[in-house]
T-cell receptor, first 112, second 116 residues
Framework: AQSVTQPDIHITVSEGASLELRCNYS??????LFWYVQSPGQGLQLLLK??????LVQGIKGFEAEFKRSQSSFNLRKPSVHWSDAAEYFC??????????FGGGTRVLVKP | GAVVSQHPSRVICKSGTSVKIECRSL??????MFWYRQFPKKSLMLMAT?????????EQGVEKDKFLINHASLTLSTLTVTSAHPEDSSFYIC????????????FGNGTRLTVT
């Protein structure tokens, strides 16, 4: 069975600093990979996705993620965090049969 | 860890019938639950937000009378697809938040609905 691990439950970062959120997955092949953000009181918003091709994926709001097959990872990054980036971030994989598996989420707090 | 149970995982129904999907938080109280729908080749779309004991807040474009959401207790929210049509065939997933707004969000495993 597939699984997704986000090792960091909480991350606190200063505004303007860089951010990296880790995501590791377990699956027998390369799944489709997604990062979502959920802001307080709102539903999930897709930040970016990887299906194939260039392993560095650009998303909305200045986010990017890099797929590393050898490490089964799909880490999310942003060079300079804004206060509005405070939210909860979820890594998700879509495997065969359209099965979705979410990571446990990482809550990002932004210090002024 | 916190578990959200979604049932059934798969359901096939005939056009014109209604289908109920349950979302239960097994070991925590969920004051807020979210319902999503996945369209082919697209990401999850938020359908509605339900708060225990009050009416659900539906996203724009989601038919309230077709997708009935009930959040009658702190551990159960239901989504009923009324008078289902083939175009309602989709993957529906719920998530639940423990207690206060800053607490973690947990996802169910989803329900694959096929309307024939």
């Amino acid at each position: 069975a597939q699984s997704v691990t986000q090792p960091d439950i909480h991350i606190t970062v200063s505004e303007g600093a860089s951010l990296e959120l880790r995501c590791n997955y377990s699956y027998g092949a390369t799944p489709y990979l997604f990062w979502y953000v959920q802001s307080p009181g709102q539903g999930l918003q897709l930040l970016l996705k990887y299906f194939s091709g260039d392993t560095l994926v650009q998303g909305i709001k200045g986010f990017e993620a890099e797929f590393k097959r050898s490490q089964s990872s799909f880490n999310l990054r942003k060079p300079s965090v804004h206060w509005s980036d405070a939210a909860e971030y979820f890594c998700m994989i879509k495997a065969a049969g359209n099965k979705l598996t979410f990571g446990g989420g990482t809550r990002v707090l932004v210090k002024p | 860890g916190a578990v959200v149970s979604q049932h059934p995982s798969r359901v096939i129904c005939k056009s014109g019938t209604s289908v109920k999907i349950e979302c239960r938080s097994l070991d925590f109280q969920a004051t807020t639950m979210f319902w999503y729908r996945q369209f082919p080749k697209k990401s999850l779309m938020l359908m509605a937000t339900s708060n225990e004991g009050s009416k659900a807040t539906y996203e724009q474009g989601v038919e309230k009378d077709k997708f009935l959401i009930n959040h009658a207790s702190l551990t159960l929210s239901t989504l009923t697809v009324t008078s289902a049509h083939p175009e309602d065939s989709s993957f529906y997933i719920c998530s639940a938040r423990e207690g206060f707004a800053g607490s973690p969000l947990h996802f169910g495993n989803g329900t694959r609905l096929t309307v024939t």
